[in-house]
């Protein structure tokens, strides 16, 4: 199989989980689900669960398998890009082409639904214990969490957040 072919397979995959496996439309909060799914559902090339599901392979393991965990780093990743489009942020109009979640949804709204797809994520990862030995589950929620938060992803914004309009130090930019 060659690479975009791979590539399409693997997306295909994820589009199909996502869809799948998100809050339904149809159930309470309906407004907040439809604000997860607008973002979530967004098209992307979705890279970094085909990595995750890509890693799995080279070990010699399923990359159905592992799944839940990809698409949890995929709603972390929008997670981060609601919550950087925010007025209080980057204040972005618009994402891969659409309107942003908050132009669409309203502030709180879009700040509410990153804040469920991070809680999403922690639940989709524990849920790999089906397919995935337990303790390399726990090990996961322990690197994503620190991954996304102070010493990761969330402090690489408040970084951003402080760099702006500022000369970025060797340093800072390392960090």
């Given amino acids: 199989m060659n690479l975009s072919a791979y590539l399409e397979e693997r997306r ?3 589009e199909a989980y996502l869809a799948d496996n998100l809050p339904p439309l149809s159930s309470k909060p309906e407004r907040l689900h ?3 799914r607008y973002s979530v559902l967004a098209p992307g090339k979705r890279i970094r669960p085909i990595l995750v599901m890509a890693g799995a392979e080279a070990v010699g393991g399923d990359p159905r398998s592992v799944l839940p965990t ?3 780093l995929e709603c972390i990743h929008v997670f981060s890009l609601i919550h950087d489009d925010l007025p209080c942020m980057d204040d972005d109009d618009y994402r891969r082409g659409r309107l942003t979640n908050h132009k ?3 502030e709180a709204m879009a700040l509410l639904a990153g804040d469920a797809l991070l809680a ?3 639940e ?3 849920s ?3 397919s995935v030995p337990a303790a390399d589950v726990v090990e996961t929620i322990r690197l994503v969490a620190r991954a996304s938060g102070t010493w990761g992803m969330v402090g690489g914004q408040v970084v951003d957040m402080e760099s702006e309009g ?3 130090t060797q340093e800072g930019l390392a960090y």
């Fill in 166 to 168: 500022r000369p970025v």
């Fill in 70 to 72: 990809a698409c949890a």
């Fill in 120 to 122: 999403l994520a922690f």
């Fill in 128 to 130: 790999n214990v089906s």
């Fill in 34 to 36: 439809d604000s997860i």
């Fill in 124 to 126: 989709w990862i524990a």
């Fill in 12 to 14: 295909a995959w994820v």
């Fill in 104 to 106: 669409v949804y309203g």
